[in-house]
């Protein structure tokens, strides 16, 4: 891709963002926001789902010895 290619994309993305109504971009803004991982996931990847998952078991164990 030459550099006039990118720059004429970037351009028309620019102005399509800009020509969307404002209510319209903080909508697709908070969908996005609202779309992503959680922020351990995200960064971390599945291991503290897991470690968080056997956390919860042991201490469900550890309840019902205790009732």
């Known amino acids: 891709m030459s ?3 990118y720059i004429k994309f970037m ?3 620019f ?3 800009m020509d969307s109504p404002k209510e319209e971009r903080k909508e697709k803004r908070q969908q996005k ?3 992503k991982a959680p ?4 960064w971390f990847g ?5 470690v968080t998952l056997l956390y919860r078991k042991a201490s469900d164990k ?6």
């Open 3 to 5: 550099m006039n290619d």
């Open 11 to 13: 351009t028309q993305q």
């Open 15 to 17: 102005v399509s963002y």
């Open 33 to 35: 926001k609202n779309q």
């Open 39 to 42: 922020f351990l996931n995200r």
């Open 46 to 50: 599945v291991l503290p789902l897991g």
């Open 62 to 67: 550890q309840s019902k010895k205790q009732a």
